[in-house]
């Protein structure tokens, strides 16, 4: 095998889509390393082989540990890599995106910068959450209101669906278990879909921090992502899970939220939501990679220029 130095980077084409990924794959107590383009997990009960570029987000649990081999291969197939606390997650850092173009990220800071167009994605969001009812006209801070109430409601019908007792929510940055079984299952349902939401954003080529309706973090457009599927998928499996048992129920949230991120196919949903929402609407359809990576110089009046040559003489900008 040619050394990690030598050996050339895949090309987009090279590489699983990030919708065909598995959603996140957990490890514990293992030390992570390299087989050619697989990462091995190896523990007192052998070595377990997992293809590099199937891999959404890989979460490192407890008592692992991760060879710099591992993470090169992890990052040159766009892996999201999490380190994960005894009660919940926690997503600290990334692999590169599975795509050599700007034009989701360049759409996105477009949008961004413009207030009317930050807000009609804002709005976009909501109608996605909320299909029945119409955003239109609304103003942020209605469109926070009405999302904060039906997320009350969502946390009352889970409640009286599953028969849990839930006291409202409640969470300590930091302080897991002081929360009761419903609001500990909650809290690492969120954590989790921020894991899985973010390794699909770094995957594309997005930008994390530019968000259309958090604001101020390095992370606000994943939550704004994650956030899509709240009332969905997230809350749902975590009330479902407290009601089975309040013992363990953080890991078994995480299980459990995995295996219906699968079953939904949400990864693939969650690619395409990006693209809807970022993306002009006769562009939704075409592959954000073409065939090969494509460079082009910019000119103040279009269209762009190739790349690789000298443009010293002849040409008018």
Known sequence: MPTIGKRGLSTPRELTRVADRLSFVYLERCTVHRDANAITAEDADGT??????????????????????????????????????????????????LTRSSALVEA???SWANQRTRLAVARAMYRKRFPDEDPSGCTRRELLGMEGQRVKD??????????????????????????????????????????????????????PGLGFVHSGHELSFVLDIADL??????????????????????????????????????????????????????????PV????????????HGP?????RNYADGVIW
């Open 229 to 286: 599927y709240k009332t969905e998928i997230g809350i749902p499996v975590a009330f479902e899970t407290a009601a089975e048992s309040p013992e363990d129920v953080g890991s078994r949230t995480r299980r459990a939220l995995r295996d219906r991120v699968n079953e939904t196919g949400l990864l693939d949903r969650c690619v395409n939501d990006i693209k809807d929402l970022l993306l002009p609407t006769t562009a939704h359809g075409d």
């Open 108 to 110: 996105q800071a477009t």
């Open 48 to 97: 377990v082989h997992i293809p590099s570029a199937t891999i959404g987000t890989l979460l490192l649990g407890p008592g692992t540990r991760v060879t710099h081999q591992a993470m090169s291969v992890l990052g040159e197939s766009g892996a999201g890599v999490v380190w994960v606390g005894e009660h919940g997650v926690r997503f600290y850092a990334g692999g590169r995106s």
């Open 289 to 300: 990679d073409a065939p090969g990576d494509r460079m082009t110089l910019q000119t103040d």
């Open 154 to 207: 969502c946390y009352r019908k889970e409640a009286a669906r599953t028969g849990v007792t839930w006291r409202g929510r409640r969470f300590a940055p930091g302080d897991f278990t002081s929360g009761d079984p419903p609001n500990q299952a909650v809290t690492a349902a969120a954590q989790c879909m921020y894991g899985t939401a973010h390794a699909v954003v770094a995957a594309l080529g997005c930008t």
């Open 304 to 308: 762009d220029l190739a790349s690789g």
